[in-house]
């Protein structure tokens, strides 16, 4: 019990499409509050003379980055039905953003502090590369060096890092059909030059590559000489107990 109410921790998974790719991660959260009050769910708040909605996202997407796995922790002051909360805020919800699934989550842990990796889709076109076998050449030539040392800036200025052991996973593959960004014209580009990057990358408090960083390190380092269409996060992975796990685990919802 706190402040005279039966608190219910919920954790949901919830899509960002390309309709509202282009708001801010502020934004982001002023549309769940707005759409809380609009369904007349009663989220819990902060005490104090400013109080604020017990809301804790995960790791925040860059502007006009897609997602099919958002996730974000949310406390209410009175327990809650799963199903009716999904419904109900998703009535309020304006088009692009879904809520999925939603558990109720029994530990202190928030998503935020726990995000450890995170995986991407990068669907990029190549101005000199035409052919799958070449392309993954080039990036299994890029990965295999003893350290990719990029520039990275920060809130004290730029300084140099190495990115090598932040890249968890990469794969390539030409691009299907359907991946192709909708304002594409298939006759303006060649397809056989789009290919689909696919990465788990170090992301959280303790190490974080972006895939803007790594995209920017393939042309500055490996030459590739690759213009990124489109930015689609493909999911997020918590840490508990020394295990990576989907944040929908039971275990790392538990106590």
């Given amino acids: 019990m706190k402040g005279g109410y039966a608190l219910n921790n ?5 899509i960002r499409g390309e309709e509202v790719k282009f708001i801010s991660h502020l934004d982001l959260m002023k549309v769940f509050e707005r759409a809380l009050r609009r369904s007349r769910i009663p989220i819990a708040h902060s005490q104090g003379y400013n109080p604020h909605p017990h809301m804790v996202f995960g790791l925040p997407l860059s502007v006009g980055v897609t997602s099919e796995a958002e996730y974000a922790d949310f406390e209410f002051s009175i327990d809650l039905n799963l199903e009716e909360f999904i419904v109900n805020l998703n ?3 304006p088009y692009g ?3 999925l699934e939603a558990k109720e989550k029994n530990n202190k842990v928030n998503i935020m502090a726990s995000i ?3 995986s991407y889709d990068l669907l990029v076109y190549s101005e000199t590369i035409n052919e799958e076998n070449e392309m993954n050449s080039r990036i299994a030539e890029f990965i295999g060096k003893a350290e990719i040392i990029v520039k990275k800036e920060g809130k004290n200025g730029s300084k140099n890092i190495d990115i090598k052991p932040m890249i968890r996973k990469i794969e390539v593959r030409a691009a299907k059909p359907d991946e192709l960004s909708e304002n594409m014209s298939l006759k303006e580009i060649e397809t056989e ?3 689909c990057i696919s990465v788990v990358l170090s992301a959280g408090s303790v190490a ?3 895939p803007e960083l790594l995209i920017a390190a393939l042309n500055d380092i490996a030459e590739l000489r690759i213009k990124s269409l489109k930015i689609h996060r ?3 992975f918590v840490s508990k107990d020394g295990k990576t796990m989907n944040p929908l685990d039971d275990s790392a919802l538990s106590g």
């Avoid at 919920?10 to 919830?14: A, E």
């Fill in 193 to 195: 030059r789009v290919f």
């Fill in 97 to 99: 953003l879904k809520l």
């Fill in 116 to 118: 450890v990796m995170s």
């Fill in 91 to 93: 009535n309020q919800l």
């Fill in 10 to 14: 919920i954790r949901f998974r919830f």
């Fill in 208 to 210: 974080n590559l972006k």
């Fill in 234 to 236: 493909t999911g997020l």
